[in-house]
Nanobody, 124 residues
């Protein structure tokens, strides 16, 4: 399975960016897909995840109300719409996938597949 992420870049505080991640895996309604991020000098942290077939969408408290995760079944792609960006959102963002949804969705070691990472920088 390969995850191809795109959409990172530079945004001003208060601005928006949208990340995309396309998976090479065949459709599986129980799979989990999501995003983690890692800022310089910090540990990797959970951002958001969803169950592909619906029923579960979860967010870290730090992004709730500002970020939205969604998916396009036809394109086999998951998105992360990031609004009201803050400098503390600056990080490398990683797309992740797990074959089955898990209640431990916020644990990085639960995910089988990782994309390469895309840089998001929020700065004026």
């Amino acid at each position: 399975v390969q995850l191809q992420a795109s959409g990172g870049g530079l945004a001003q505080p208060g601005g928006s960016l949208r990340l995309s991640c396309t998976t090479s895996a065949s459709t599986n309604n129980d799979r989990a897909m999501g995003w983690f991020r890692q800022a310089p000098g910090k540990e990797r942290e959970f951002v958001a995840a969803l169950r592909w077939g619906g029923g579960r969408t979860v967010y870290a408290d730090s992004v709730k109300g500002r970020f939205t995760i969604s998916r396009d079944n036809a394109k086999n792609t998951v998105y992360l719409q990031m609004n009201s960006l803050k400098p503390e959102d600056t990080a490398v963002y990683y797309c992740v996938q797990r074959t089955r949804w898990t209640i431990a969705f916020a644990r990085s070691d639960e995910y089988d597949y990782w994309g390469r990472g895309t840089q998001v920088t929020v700065s004026s």
